[in-house]
């Protein structure tokens, strides 16, 4: 075995003395004659102009997934202004070179080793010898020197060609991504069910920073399995749910522990504990995150002020109405400061007058915060007052949103938090627009919550 191996080492050698040599010779039969100036320009045109095709093509594509490979990590970390920078280093350093120098070797190199060995075996070179021409000097010269001179300018047209393909689709590609990736919340083919079947099948949307997504749809639609999927609640059985730039369907629950502290979540009814008095319900997420004392007592102080109940710190939910507990559970919500608020039925059941204070507070917290926001209803009113209103920190009131009819939908270079509808109908989405869209449209379904 030792000695097969010693062996094949020196044959290997051999072979680079060999090419060595060769080499040697070929270069320096440039400094004496004769020399073969149409054999150069006939090889400058089979090894250059004849690679051409194949060397773009390469350096397009290269280029191009390059860039969309590359982009696409660095989306995640919102560096994609990077993307141009690395892959042009990396191009024309090493891939550029290192590709050309293989592409063309492929193509011409194997053609040359054919030519020139057919030519030995049929004794053409004996031939050449036998008329006083060095097969040197006539046939590898030309061919060295004209791939030497060819290769830097092939390299050059491949590295422009794979930085001009990374201009193109993929950068349109990854302006799509890094739009999603900057959504506050995304739902990719969302699916889930129980043994009865499955209430939602294959839903899709996103939420801008700032915007609110209003749930409308009969019971039993999905909007309540949709805030839960949100807040990491309950998991989909199929498809993603991304929340600030995290995958939560994948998260274990401790990770889930971690994430929900930075979403808020009034239920429906509230959800209270009913031993502990309102400032405790509160304060209960601060003393869970183990935040000192002293901080304590003034967020619990500034969220019962925000939603005007803080004569109730000492009482317990079951002394409040159906109206201030859903304001105490708003005020617990907002004590972590969250950037996501998720609102579960706020006015269900409510007189038309205390609905209107939810209404008021909710449009305080996205206007003096600025929250992201998902809101399930049934009451279309509820969104149209958020589309329709905003509320002026200045003024501590709430005020008609100027140039808005029925409302405001994602409008582009509006500075206004944009409101959203979106309406479920047998597991799908129904009805995806902006406010006044459903108000004007003539769908007889729409309709049906128009009244």
Do not use: W
């Amino acid at each position: 075995m030792g000695a097969v191996l010693t062996d094949a080492f020196k044959q290997s050698l051999a072979n680079i003395q060999d090419y060595s040599e060769m080499a040697a010779r070929s270069l320096a039969n440039l400094a004496t004659g004769p020399r073969y100036f149409q054999d150069l320009l006939d090889q400058m045109d089979d090894i250059g102009v004849g690679s051409l095709p194949i060397v773009m093509m390469s350096g397009f594509f290269i280029g191009a997934v390059m860039v969309l490979q590359t982009g696409s990590q660095f989306v995640r970390f919102g560096q994609t202004a990077l993307t141009g920078d690395v892959v042009a280093i990396a191009l024309v350093r090493e891939l550029g070179p290192t590709l050309t120098g293989i592409l063309v070797a492929g193509r011409s190199a194997s053609g040359i080793a054919s030519e020139l060995g057919s030519m030995l075996v049929t004794e053409q070179v004996d031939a050449m010898r036998a008329m006083g021409t060095d097969p040197s000097r006539k046939l590898v010269t030309p061919r060295v020197v004209a791939g030497i001179l060819m290769l830097p300018l092939l390299t050059a047209l491949n590295d422009f060609i794979g930085l001009l393909g990374g201009c193109v689709e993929p950068m349109t590609a990854l302006d799509r991504q890094e739009k999603q990736t900057d959504a506050a919340i995304i739902f990719s083919n969302v699916r889930i069910g129980f043994d009865e079947g499955d209430v939602l099948r294959g839903i899709s949307f996103d939420v801008m920073p700032r915007e609110t997504l209003v749930l409308l749809g009969e019971t039993g639609t999905g909007k309540t399995l949709t805030l839960k999927m949100a807040a990491g609640l309950l998991r989909p059985s199929q498809g993603t749910v991304e929340v600030l730039g995290q995958e939560i369907s994948l998260m274990s629950e401790r990770e889930l522990l971690e994430y929900r502290r930075q979403v808020g979540f009034v239920f429906q009814e509230g959800a209270l504990f009913d031993s502990m008095t309102v400032e405790e319900n509160v304060a209960y997420r601060l003393r869970e995150d183990r935040v000192a004392e002293e901080e304590i007592e003034p967020r619990v102080e500034e969220a019962l002020r925000f939603v005007e109940l803080e004569h109730t710190r000492e009482m317990l939910p079951s002394e409040l109405s159906g109206g201030m507990r859903r304001r105490v559970s708003i005020a617990r919500a907002l004590a972590t400061r969250p950037p996501i608020v998720l609102y579960d039925s706020p006015t269900a059941g409510l007189d038309p007058v205390t609905s209107q204070t939810i209404i008021t507070l909710i449009l305080r917290l996205r206007d003096v915060f600025g929250v992201t926001a998902m809101l399930a209803t049934h009451r279309l009113q509820d969104g149209f007052a958020l589309a329709n209103f905003r509320f002026d920190p200045e003024g501590r009131r709430v005020v008609r949103v100027e140039g808005h009819g029925n409302g405001a939908g994602r409008s582009s270079g509006s500075e206004e938090p944009a409101t959203r509808f979106m309406v479920y109908r047998e597991g799908r989405v129904y009805f995806e627009g902006a406010p006044e869209e459903i108000a004007e449209s003539k769908d007889a379904y729409l309709q049906r919550f128009l009244v």
